[in-house]
């Protein structure tokens, strides 16, 4: 083992240039399935929140009783209710643009509406909510959160349907352009390998310092996938201000990545060495 190391990482002082390239192009591949898979899990994470948060905001018009007009909605579509008043919702409105002095104008003349939010269980029963709404001349205006779920829902069907086969090309991809690099370097070293045959020494004798310095080459470019796509992660968890899921979620991954790049070098350095050994 320890002479396999010691080949291994000779070979890798050697050819700075092919090594480079090898471990490059094992972490090229690997950080954009990282950014992948990281998107994939948050566009999920989304949806699921907006499924948990699915509702029917119903703007009252000018002179409606919000109070009243809330026991009927509560009664007739049985499902729970809340109010919130043109004053209620002016306030959450200057909370949220704090600092805003112009907006302070608006406490002389509340252009807002008195709002009743209906929490409908699913999606189904949202649709149903809004067609039993429209018969009712007391609203002026329906908003619906069920079509922004419908559309992350739809997203996130098509990506989790296409995700196994973008997974597999990745890795492929990986697997195949690193033994390529890798190969490169084996090539100029077909002599050698014939005079080891020649000499009585085993397959496994010759092949061993070669899959050590693949599994080298993808273990380090899956160190630096991993470091890179950990702190782009943590950049875009800062700027999104933890509308993402938290870094921490993904504890697991600079792990796998770094699994992945040892055992794309391993492979793809096995599969360089059987075809070169057969020329």
């Known amino acids: 083992m320890i002479r396999c190391m010691r080949e291994a990482a000779s070979s890798i002082v050697k050819q700075p240039g092919r090594s480079t390239a090898a471990a490059g192009t094992a972490g090229l591949l690997l950080i954009f399935f990282g950014m992948f898979f990281l998107a994939f899990q948050n566009l999920h994470y989304v949806t699921a929140a907006v499924e948990r948060n699915i509702d029917v905001k119903v703007f009252l018009k000018e002179g409606t009783d919000p109070e009243n007009m809330a026991d009927i909605l509560e009664e007739d579509l049985q499902h729970p209710v809340r109010i919130i008043t043109k004053e209620q919702g002016l306030e959450d409105m200057l909370a949220f643009y704090e600092g805003e002095e112009y907006l302070e104008a608006l406490r002389a003349d509340n252009p807002l509406n008195d709002v009743i939010v209906i929490y409908p269980e699913t999606l189904e029963a949202v649709k149903k909510s809004v067609q039993l709404l429209e018969k009712y001349k007391e609203i002026e205006a329906i908003y619906d959160s069920g ?84 702190f782009t992660y943590e950049r875009v968890y800062q700027l999104s201000e933890g509308m993402v899921l938290a870094p921490n979620s993904f504890w697991w991954t600079s792990g796998a990545l770094i699994i992945a790049g040892t055992a794309a070098g391993a492979g793809g350095s096995l599969a360089a060495f059987l075809r070169l050994s057969r020329t």
């Open 147 to 230: 079509d922004h779920y419908e559309k992350f829902s739809g997203i996130n069907d098509a990506v989790h349907s296409w995700g196994g086969a973008v997974t597999a090309g990745f890795g492929a991809g990986t697997f195949l352009l690193t033994g390529i690099v890798i190969s490169t370097g084996f090539g100029a070293r077909k002599r050698e390998i014939r005079t080891m045959r020649m000499l009585g020494a085993t397959s496994g004798f010759i092949w061993r310092p070669y899959i050590t310095e693949g599994v080298f080459l993808g273990a380090a470019g899956g160190l630096a996938a991993a470091v890179c796509v950990h």
